[in-house]
């Protein structure tokens, strides 16, 4: 991994940098689990399409810049270190894009990405069902053939953005007699305002609808909302989980935003013998630090044409971990004004307690971290 950056990614900083000094809204917006603070971040999704920075990694027909995964990832250190507002559109772009750009017809690409960059339509994940979350393959709702397209039926759960999303993403059954569970799986594109949907928002902690049960009832989705071949969804959605879990979902600028916040926080309300809360803090900067570099040499990897596969679950176990870990050292040294003063730590705190248990739960992740990369024997189930 070379660590020095080259004259045009320098330069490749120094606009984005510049673009976003500029044009960064002064004070937060409000926040996205709401109506209000999602009409919001999806303007702020248009401005940034405006100048082609809400999808730089992607070809430029479809808006992006053609970027390259480091500059990627300088443009998300740049974002962060910026405060830029959170993005909206986040599990279309990080989870449904790259799918599309491996599996999807050019007619999908041309029809879906488009709109995706620009926030125009703002896509929600539906994977996990009420007895399907991390076992994915046991999933039961269904797709069924009907003339021109599919019937889907079932209950979707923990779908994130659902609440106010326009369309959705998932695998269904579509072949109950399947020899195996992960076999006779369509992977599909669906309206969440189509009929047969009921959309119920599920309130978080503190109340903000994050997430979303989906209840689809005889729900017509055509043929071209079919992604890769009907029937091999299982191995089109593994590629969309890797991402999950992988590079995208966390990149290491929204960390080293955090810690480097959390280091000013303690120059204001730290107390220097407290060595407990002190050393924290230093653990919290190094974490960042050490998930950037790992991240850079995952990203040197993909460069040289290799894959990450099971060791995304490294990736996914340490970055849901560290955030907890973060928000509770921020916590504990602000004491109350942590929750007061402008709410970030706090509604960030309950946001990172969901980190192990969604893309897949920490538990399973270990397993796989067990099985496939130290080759221990499969734990009993």
Do not use: C
Request: charged share 25%; aromatic share 10%.
């Amino acid at each position: 991994m070379d660590l020095d950056f080259s004259a045009e990614q320098d330069a490749f900083r120094a606009e984005a940098r510049a673009w976003l000094a500029a044009r960064v809204p002064e004070g937060p917006l409000p926040s996205l689990e709401t109506e209000e603070g999602f009409a919001a971040h999806r303007e702020w999704e248009a401005r940034l399409a405006a100048d082609r920075w809400s999808v730089v990694s992607w070809p430029e027909e479809y808006g992006g810049r053609g970027a390259d995964i480091f500059q990627w990832l300088i443009f998300e250190e740049e974002y962060f270190a910026a405060g830029a507002p959170g993005r909206v559109s986040q599990n279309g772009i990080n989870l449904l894009a790259p799918t599309l750009f491996d599996h999807a017809t050019d007619e999908q690409r041309a029809r879906v990405l488009p709109s995706m960059a620009t926030g125009e339509v703002v896509w929600a994940q539906a994977w996990s069902e009420p007895e399907s979350g991390s076992d994915l393959a046991s999933l039961r709702s269904t797709a069924v053939r009907t003339p021109g397209g599919w019937l889907l039926s079932g209950q979707k759960t923990w779908s994130s953005r659902a609440a106010f999303a326009d369309r959705a993403f998932g695998i269904f059954r579509s072949d109950p007699d399947a020899d195996r569970p992960h076999r006779g799986l369509t992977y599909l594109m669906f309206d969440l305002r189509a009929p047969g949907v009921t959309v119920r928002p599920i309130g978080r902690l503190d109340g903000k609808p994050a997430f979303a049960e989906l209840f689809l009832d005889e729900v017509f989705v055509p043929d071209e909302d079919v992604i890769g071949e009907a029937g091999r969804g299982w191995r089109i959605a593994m590629s969309t989980t890797g991402n999950e879990r992988g590079l995208m979902l966390r990149s290491p600028g929204r960390f080293l935003a955090a810690a480097g916040r959390l280091a000013r926080d303690w120059r204001t309300y730290g107390d220097p013998a407290d060595t407990a809360v002190r050393d924290r803090v230093a653990d919290a900067l190094i974490g960042a630090r050490a998930y950037q570099l790992f991240t850079w040499a995952n990203a040197s990897r993909f460069a040289a044409g290799e894959t990450i596969g099971a060791e995304s679950s490294l990736n996914k176990v340490f970055w849901s971990e560290y955030d907890i870990a973060l928000h509770e050292t921020a916590l504990e040294l602000m004491g109350s004004d942590g929750e007061l003063a402008d709410g970030k730590w706090a509604e960030g705190y309950v946001f990172a307690l969901a980190g192990p248990i969604y893309a897949g739960t920490n538990e399973i992740q270990r397993d796989i971290i067990a099985e496939r990369l130290l080759g221990l024997p499969k734990g009993r189930r």
